[in-house]
Nanobody, 127 residues
Framework: QLQLVESGGGLVQPGGSLRLSCAASGFTLNNHLISWFPQAPGKEREGISC????????NYADSVKGRFTISRDNAKNTVYLQMNSLKPEDTAVYYC????????????????????WGQGTQVTVSS
């Protein structure tokens, strides 16, 4: 069964950091573009970052540019999202999604479709 599993969420104070992981199960990530989609209560999922299959191309929404960094380790079948200088408005369930493609995402973060989604990990930024 193809599956993505997110981990690393939690409760953190404003200004703090978290590193989210997105691990593949049942398939290899090395031909997948991966994106992160936070979903806050009452809001739709909106892509904030993506990384191409080889890690050479990345993209960030303006709201997280300069604070978040996406990376991948295909040997570990895992994509990471380093989140620094967290703000209360970053509070959401964070989902990772994968699409089998050798296309990059430098121009924009693809809204979809994606082949596989994770179950999400909760990030809460609060004092």
């Amino acid at each position: 069964q193809l599956q993505l599993v997110e981990s690393g969420g939690g409760l953190v104070q404003p200004g703090g950091s978290l590193r989210l992981s997105c691990a593949a199960s049942g398939f290899t990530l090395n031909n997948h573009l991966i994106s992160w989609f936070p979903q806050a209560p009452g809001k739709e999922r909106e892509g904030i970052s993506c990384i191409s299959w080889n890690g050479f191309r990345t993209n960030y929404a303006d709201s997280v540019k300069g604070r978040f960094t996406i990376s991948r380790d295909n040997a570990k079948n895992t994509v990471y999202l380093q989140m620094n200088s967290l703000k209360p408005e970053d509070t959401a369930v964070y989902y990772c999604a994968g699409r089998a493609t050798f296309l990059g995402c430098a121009a924009s973060i693809p809204p979809g479709p994606y082949d596989v989604w994770g179950q999400g990990t909760q990030v809460t930024v609060s004092s």
